[in-house]
């Protein structure tokens, strides 16, 4: 006779039936996802995709010499150095939906993301413009979830709860900020642009903490009775005052 599985918890199984409606769960998905693809995939196929996926100038500009919506979107999902490592930092965006909301952590980590790009893209044509960077910079390639991941361990650190689940996202934001602030004093692309979303994220979390709370759904409302249906719960008509 086959033994029968303990019933899930009280609160584990409606966690994970909404599982699939958090859009953390599938960005953290499709990032783990793209591990073995950009390791099974033949080199070629790898720096096609990630060429076509840069947002860098040449890609940026408007249709039909580039691609920017593409672009921008396909970025977040392939990574350059240690794949590994980003679906772990991303985790910290179920924090961010916790503490914001789905539809309000998605808006602000993509206009965290877009706005970074803008800003380190603008610096190279700046640059380029003006002597101290070569012409073909403007095709260097600029993929990754970086900015995307930076703003969310920022907001994660600050707007987390519990409040003692931050000390986590912090200390995760300490690991990596070395790396991601290296280059810094150089004026390097990447590493302005890492600033820049860390900097994004604290005024997204003081605007969250004074004055923006999280969405909610508007309720429904209560369905209007069929043509000839007695109300179930009918309400007394008002007396007009004399």
Do not use: C
């Not at 803008?118 to 003006?130: D, F, M, N, P």
């Not at 004055?211 to 759904?217: A, E, F, T, V």
Request: aromatic share 8%; no cysteine.
């Amino acid at each position: 006779m086959a033994t029968k599985l303990p019933p899930l918890g009280p609160s584990l199984g409606p966690w994970i039936r909404r599982l699939p409606r958090n859009p953390a769960f599938w960005y953290v998905a499709a990032l783990t996802a793209m591990w073995p693809v950009l390791r099974l995939l033949p080199p070629e196929r790898v720096h096609a995709l990630r060429t076509w996926a840069s947002t860098d100038l040449g890609n940026l500009r408007l249709w039909p010499d580039g691609h920017p919506i593409e672009s921008l979107t396909v970025s977040v999902f392939v990574p350059q150095d240690t794949i590994w490592v980003w679906p772990v930092f991303a985790l910290s965006l179920f924090a961010v939906v916790g503490a914001l909301g789905a539809r309000r952590a998605v808006a602000s980590v993509a206009l965290v993301h877009v706005a970074a790009t803008a800003l380190t893209e603008g610096l190279v044509r700046w640059r380029i413009e003006h002597g101290s960077l070569p012409a073909e910079a403007a095709h260097a390639m600029d993929t990754g979830p970086s900015y995307v991941v930076v703003t969310a361990l920022t907001l994660a650190a600050t707007r987390a709860r519990p409040a003692w689940s931050r000390a986590v996202w912090l200390l995760m934001l300490a690991v990596a900020a070395p790396a991601l602030l290296a280059g810094l004093p150089d004026g390097e692309t990447a590493a302005v642009g890492h600033l820049a979303s860390l900097l994004a994220g604290l005024a997204l979390a003081a605007a969250h903490r004074f004055g923006l709370p999280p969405l909610r759904r508007r309720p429904r409302p209560a369905p209007r009775p069929e043509p000839g249906s007695t109300d179930p719960d009918p309400r007394p008509e008002r007396v007009p005052s004399r």
